[in-house]
């Protein structure tokens, strides 16, 4: 069965600071494997998704993330933190072929300091 | 475009109430799922559904029950409802499932007094 691991709960960067939210995944074929964000007293929503066809994948509001398979990771990234962007962030995992489960990870709350 | 709908948005019951919390889409996905989001866990799945007249447990079924009549919607009951059911439940949509999209509703916040 497929599984993410994210570590942190929470991350707390500045405004204009990197941002790197981690994601592992645990498959023994390369699945599906997503970003979403929920903003405060909201659903989630779809920032990026990797499906195969390319391994650095840009999705909105700027964040992107690279899947490597050596490293079974799929970190999400953004160059530069708005404070808009203090949300939480949770990593998905699909299998392929068949009912498969749409699995999340715990969580990262991110966190932007003035 | 209504999406997924779910209601109530707020919800107090008292410990062996039962209720039903309403999911609703109108895009025609096959595939809808019920999650409960609590600090710290993530979203962990109740149960799923892969179109009219089949569902499925998730990892944290107990306590819960699902029927799909029709494919707009997937209503989940509760049956006895006890404090540990206090959460925020997500109901979602997938027009597939591998490499889809989830749609999602805006939350139910549950408590159980």
């Known amino acids: 069965a497929q599984s993410v691991t994210q570590l942190g709960s929470h991350v707390s960067v500045s405004e204009g600071a990197l941002v790197l939210l981690r994601c592992n995944y645990s498959s023994s074929v390369p699945p599906y494997l997503f970003w979403y964000v929920q903003y405060p007293n909201q659903g989630l929503q779809l920032l990026l998704k990797y499906t195969s066809a390319a391994t650095l994948v840009k999705g909105i509001n700027g964040f992107e993330a690279e899947f490597k398979k050596s490293e079974t990771s799929f970190h999400l990234t953004k160059p530069s933190a708005h404070m808009s962007d203090a949300a939480e962030y949770f990593c998905a995992v699909s299998g392929r072929g068949g009912a498969q489960k749409l699995v999340f990870g715990q969580g990262t709350r991110l966190t932007i300091n003035p | 475009n209504a999406g997924v709908t779910q209601t109530p948005k707020f919800q107090v019951l008292k410990t062996g109430q039962s209720m039903t919390l309403q999911c609703a889409q109108d895009m025609n996905h096959e595939y809808m799922s019920w999650y409960r989001q609590d600090p710290g866990m993530g979203l962990r799945l109740i149960h799923y559904?892969?179109?009219?007249?089949?569902?499925d447990q998730g990892e944290v079924p107990n306590g819960y029950n699902v029927s799909r009549s029709t494919t707009e919607d997937f209503p989940l009951r509760l049956l006895s409802a006890a404090p540990s059911q206090t959460s925020v439940y997500f109901c979602a949509s997938r027009p597939g499932t591998g490499e889809t999209e989830a749609f999602f509703g805006q939350g139910t916040r549950l408590t159980v007094v």
């Open positions: 559904s892969v179109g009219a007249g089949i569902t």
